[in-house]
């Protein structure tokens, strides 16, 4: 847990309303997975614009939102880009976790998960405790779930390498 202010510090604020002082418990971009205390980030796609869904955020507990425009709410931080910062406060909010990892990572056209499952195996044989994001899932000890994307967002990825350490 960290304090709001502390997860926004040197971040280019527009304006703000509301308390920073605040404590932040996770970073979260789908407000149907808000849980008291999370930080919701706004963010802009294609097919739907996360600030539609500020409110709803509020009501299951959010602690404050992360948005380009001004909204209602009990606090909101307004930024120009929520996207590139949905990385920079979910990297704060975790600890920076892959700073404490021994990352590999398996780029290419055909055969990565294959290569990731074959280190996998050749790590665990060494006694590593080793994790996985994959196409197929993601996985670490006490945790398997099918990979909802072929690549997880920021904020997924940065709360799966900071659960990977406990």
Same mark, same amino acid.
């Given at each position: 847990?960290?304090?709001?202010?502390?997860v926004i510090e040197n971040v280019?604020?527009?304006?703000?309303?509301? &308390? %920073?002082?605040?404590?932040v418990?996770r970073?979260?971009?789908d407000s $149907?997975?808000?849980q008291p205390?999370d930080?919701f980030?706004?963010?802009?796609?294609?097919q739907t &614009?996360?600030?539609? /869904?500020?409110e709803?955020?509020? =009501?299951?507990g959010?602690?404050? +939102?992360?948005?380009?425009?001004p909204v209602?709410g @009990?606090?909101?931080? =307004?930024v120009? &880009?929520t996207l590139?910062?949905?990385?920079?406060?979910?990297?704060r909010? /975790?600890g &920076? @976790?892959? $700073? =404490? %990892?021994?990352?590999?990572?398996v *780029?290419?056209?055909?055969g990565?998960?294959?290569? *990731?499952y074959?280190?996998e #195996?050749?790590l665990?044989h060494g006694n590593?405790?080793v994790?996985?994001f994959? *196409?197929?899932?993601? $996985?670490?000890?006490g945790? #398997?779930k099918p990979?909802?994307?072929t690549t @997880?967002l920021?904020?997924?990825l940065q709360?799966?390498? +900071?659960?990977m =350490? $406990?």
């Amino acid at each position: 847990m960290m304090l709001l202010r502390e997860v926004i510090e040197n971040v280019p604020v527009l304006a703000s309303e509301g &308390d %920073l002082n605040r404590e932040v418990t996770r970073v979260v971009y789908d407000s $149907r997975k808000v849980q008291p205390g999370d930080l919701f980030v706004a963010l802009r796609g294609t097919q739907t &614009d996360g600030h539609r /869904y500020i409110e709803q955020a509020f =009501q299951q507990g959010a602690s404050a +939102a992360l948005v380009e425009e001004p909204v209602e709410g @009990p606090c909101w931080i =307004q930024v120009e &880009d929520t996207l590139p910062l949905l990385a920079l406060t979910a990297n704060r909010v /975790y600890g &920076d @976790p892959a $700073r =404490q %990892l021994k990352l590999i990572g398996v *780029t290419g056209s055909n055969g990565k998960s294959t290569t *990731t499952y074959l280190i996998e #195996s050749i790590l665990n044989h060494g006694n590593s405790k080793v994790g996985l994001f994959g *196409t197929i899932e993601y $996985r670490w000890p006490g945790f #398997s779930k099918p990979a909802p994307n072929t690549t @997880p967002l920021s904020a997924d990825l940065q709360e799966g390498l +900071a659960a990977m =350490q $406990r």
